[in-house]
């Protein structure tokens, strides 16, 4: 699916009048058990609703993971009679996890990346959560090839959440900026986000080597931001560190961090990939955006610099 068959829509808006919608991805999973528990503690506290979807194909193998009947009638791409299987799992996990949440349901066929995503533009959906092995999560062995697909085509942001991640209320959020133009829209929908928890949310940049211009960007964002948040909701930060990735996990572990987000295709002077680089040293759910997504709606609305 190409990014450029429907318009970036912003993922949350605290004044909006509807409710905010959530997608959780699940392959039955330990991992998409723990993210369907994170998401659920989330929905509560923002007041979201959520839609529990499993795409998948005739002939899937689910590993005991679910029912023998339930397995098998997903293997044979019986949908409509495996549904009631599917309320049932559900039920006995919400009991579980000691919550009377009511989710939507949706079990569907195809390409598992392919039907996710349409399912999130089909529902306007604000959020994707998707479970993770852990430590190097963003790895194709740590979150897996579908969710990667979904991290790269999604038209909303993706919170990958790791196995061991326990949720707690949302205090301190770290974005990773590159002070590009994509960061202004992200800055602004993470401060909506931030309003709902009376969470901080603080902007750093780790550079390996000192950098004039650094400096002047640093000042454009602090005086957008700052002047319009007197009451100290978002701070920016600059730090230099031999190792950009270890920098900034520093940072999260001194000033307790409790959600990290990310632009997916920061790349730093090595070439790598900051999003599969962090996730190799943390445990904190990261909320991904994607580049070409945003690209269009930065490109709008980020102020000029003059």
């Given at each position: ?11 949350f ?21 723990n ?7 989330l ?11 499993h795409?998948?194909h ?7 993971r679910i029912?023998?009947?339930f ?14 299987f ?16 009511e989710?939507?349901?949706t ?11 349409q399912e ?19 790895s194709?062995?740590?979150i ?17 959440v ?7 209320p ?5 974005y ?5 133009q ?7 929908q993470?401060?909506e ?7 901080k ?9 000192k950098?004039?211009?650094e400096?002047a960007?640093?000042?454009l964002?602090?005086k ?7 009451d ?5 930060f600059?730090?230099t560190h ?6 900034l996990?520093?940072?999260v ?16 002077a090595?070439?790598?990939?900051v ?23 930065s490109?709008l ?6």
């Open positions: 699916m190409s990014s450029s068959k429907i318009a970036f829509r912003p993922w808006n605290a004044s909006d009048q509807e409710q905010t919608r959530i997608l959780v991805a699940t392959d039955f999973s330990e991992p998409a058990k993210a369907l528990r994170y998401a659920v503690q929905a509560e506290d923002m007041n979201a609703d959520i839609n529990l979807i795409v998948g005739v002939g899937q193998q689910y590993h005991d029912s023998e009947p397995a098998e009638l997903l293997s044979a791409g019986k949908l409509q009679e495996a549904f009631p599917f309320e049932s799992y559900v039920s006995q996990l919400l009991d579980e996890f000691e919550s009377d949440i989710l939507d349901l079990l569907s066929s195809g390409p598992s990346a392919t039907g996710i995503i999130s533009d089909d529902t306007d959906t604000a959020l994707i959560i998707i479970g993770a092995q852990g430590v190097n999560m963003f194709k062995q740590g897996g090839s579908v969710a990667l697909e979904v991290l790269d085509q999604a038209h909303c942001p993706v919170l990958a790791p196995i061991d991640a326990k949720y707690e949302i205090n301190h959020m770290m990773a900026t590159e002070f590009s994509e960061d202004f829209s992200i800055i602004d993470l401060l986000f931030a309003s709902q928890f009376n969470a949310l603080s902007c750093t940049h780790v550079r390996d080597e950098a004039h211009w400096e960007e640093l000042s964002f602090e957008k931001y700052q002047d319009e948040h007197s100290r909701m978002i701070d920016f600059i730090s031999e190792n950009v990735v270890h920098g996990y520093e940072f572990t001194e000033y307790k961090v409790d959600l990290i987000a990310l632009l997916h295709h920061h790349r730093y090595n070439g790598h990939s999003t599969k680089q962090m996730s190799m040293y943390t445990d904190i759910p990261m909320l991904v955006f994607g580049t070409d997504s945003m690209r269009a709606e490109a609305d980020a102020p000029s610099a003059s």
